[in-house]
């Protein structure tokens, strides 16, 4: 593992709200708003996007904790950017705060943490 960020580096990770990212249980669709189960998986691959740089060839990263403060509704065809910020680096941990911005306005934001592995 390598470190080449230092606390409050910065990553931005843009993504469309498509059909496939609205909030639906059972088959049904509840509302066409972006959905927080989708809002998490975006948030994580922001934060991600640190340890893809981070990891060796034979580590892997895995998520441990995930925090989310979804205040703001965006429709379906809209472009987020989800902004990740380094925190810290600790024993192969990887802790950054994120936040996700439309039309000028923070729809949510939170925390997400990764620890990096070897591949068995």
Same mark, same amino acid.
């Given at each position: 593992m390598r470190v080449p960020f230092r606390p409050g580096d910065q990553? @931005?990770?843009q993504t469309q709200v498509t059909s496939n990212k609205v909030a639906q249980f *059972? =088959? *049904?669709i509840v509302h066409p708003f972006y959905s927080t189960f989708a809002l998490a998986q975006d948030a994580e691959w /922001?934060?991600?996007l640190f340890v893809l740089d981070m990891k060796d060839p034979d580590e892997e990263g895995i998520g441990t904790y995930l925090s989310i403060h979804h205040v =703001? /509704? @965006?429709p379906i065809g809209e472009k987020v950017d989800i902004v990740a910020t380094l925190l810290w680096v600790r024993d192969a941990t990887v802790h950054c705060a994120y936040e996700v %911005? %439309? /039309?000028d306005q923070r729809v949510a934001y939170g925390e997400q943490t990764q620890k990096i592995l070897k591949k068995r």
């Open positions: 990553k @931005v990770y *059972q =088959g *049904q /922001a934060c991600r =703001g /509704a @965006v %911005w %439309w /039309a």
